[in-house]
Every structure is written in structure tokens, then in C-alpha cells.
């Protein structure tokens, strides 16, 4: 038993030894593409490294890039505080066709969203033209109580006519 004891602190079966992998030869590709895209996918980062010539599996690139992933950084945002009816945000949505009649036209979506309150309002129209822009102001400040009162004390959307 001591001869086995003794052999066994000698050889240093303790200390493990690394052996190499087929994503060895990719690892420095690996760690270049996460640091210029560090949201990027292990799925993608696989056919990245796979259309370089790497036999593996998924699973190996997975478990690599998720021990080497670097920590994402913090993203700086300055939320906007605005008053009451100040600033309100506007675009359109397409909802694809819809069948008028015996023809098929474009289901577009009028959205406004307010600064403030953040409340929104949505119409929708079979077209983006100007009229259906200024009627979607219209309805959506009726909605949502009009827009703050201009200079001469009336609403804003009133001096646009």
C-alpha cells in the first residue's frame, strides 16, 4: 500500500491533463467574432465555425462559447421627460391585405404614442395618404384629450386649418 501511495503522489494523478478538441483550431475565430458581436448566438457562431471546416457538434460550441462569452456591457439610454401633451410619437403599420369588395387593399395602422403618459392610440386605414395622416391626429387627439393649448389658446391641431 505504501509503494501505491507513493506512486500515486509522484505521477500527480491530481492534476488533470487538458486534451485537445476539435474546436481547438477554431477557439481564437471564436473569441474574435464575440468580441465585435457579443450577442451573436452560439447557433450562428456553430455555422460560422462550421462553414470554416469544423466537424463537431453544436453542443461542444455551445458549452465553449458560454464559458467565454464576455459579460455584456451596460447601454446608456437617457429616458425623455416631457410635459403633458407636449410631444406625441407617430408611424404607421402595415397589416398586410385585407378584401375590400371584390378587390384587395393595403390594411395600414395609424399609431400615436404620448411622451408624457406614454398612452397611445391606434386607427387603422386602407391607405397612408395625407388626409388619412391628419385624420389619425385628429381622432387620436380627440381621443386622448388634444394636444396642449398653442399660443393664442387654442388647441394646436386648430391652427393647422
Sequence with gaps: MRRALALERVSGTGVKSVRPTLLDPYKDFLHATLEAHPRLTASRLFHRVQARGYPGGPLQVRRYVRTVRPESRAEAFLRRNT????????????FGKVAVGGTKRTLCCFVLVLGHSRAMYARFFLDMTLESFLRGHLLAFEALGGPRRGPLGRPRYEQLG
Excluded: F, I, Y
Aim: hydrophobic share 35%; proline share 8%.
Design 83 to 94: 410635459l403633458p401633451g407636449e410631444e406625441a410619437q407617430v408611424d404607421w403599420g402595415h
